[in-house]
């Protein structure tokens, strides 16, 4: 999969792929990660991406020319499934959302700043807005590290064992139960036995019953 994420601040952007898995996930060829500086495609001798709003009010709003000269030159070079704005204005990017992406070849992400961007990039270009939660970043950059991230780590192939990112919370509407490792005991608080007694079905049902009970006590929302 490839993902180009448009951004005026390319160097905010690059520690998040440059370590952990998403590092690995890009050495394995499994994922690209494009960081296209948008300041590279403004036309005009200050190389200006934004400009003041019509009609007045403060703040700059993200003009149009270099957002359409930079997606339609990425375009041009292969096909997008989808054009992502970061927005709080988007849908709320949950793991259904990240589930379905994984399955795309080719996205562009398109991140915001300032006021946002001019209303004729939505109408025309994006395909698709997405926000990662009910508050105002001062910019699309740190959201589309999250969404790029929780995508890349579903991709086969990039998590060690396949079955770990099905067993993640909110796979199956489920947090995920306790987990513990050595010591089994430390200042007399000990693991719970049956984690230790080798008995596999045993094991797995204590998992469900403990993701159900935090499910319940923490995220009610999630069983309903
Ligand atoms: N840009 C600013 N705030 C945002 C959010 N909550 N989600 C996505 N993009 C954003």
Known sequence: MRIDIITVLPELLRSPFEHSIMK????????EVHLVNLRDYATDK?????????GGGAGMVMKIEPIA???DHLKSQREYDEVIYM???????DQPLAN????LKNIIILCGHYKGVDERVREHYI??????????????????????????????????????????SFQDNLLAPPVYTRPAEYNGWKVPDVLLSGHEEKISQ?????????????????LK
Request: hydrophobic share 40%.
């Open 24 to 31: 690995r996930a890009q050495q394995k060829g499994l994922a």
């Open 46 to 54: 200050h190389k200006s991406v934004d400009d003041y709003a019509f």
């Open 69 to 71: 000269a930079c997606i």
């Open 87 to 93: 927005s709080p204005d988007g849908e709320l990017l």
């Open 100 to 103: 379905k992406m994984s399955a």
């Open 127 to 168: 395909t698709r807005e997405i926000s990662i939660g009910n508050y105002v970043l001062s910019g699309g950059e740190l959201a589309a590290a999250v969404v790029a991230d929780s995508i890349i780590r579903l991709l086969p192939g990039v998590l060690n064992d396949e079955t770990s990112a099905l067993s993640d």
């Open 206 to 222: 204590w998992r469900h019953e403990k993701a159900v009970e935090r499910t319940q006590q923490r995220r009610p929302d999630l």
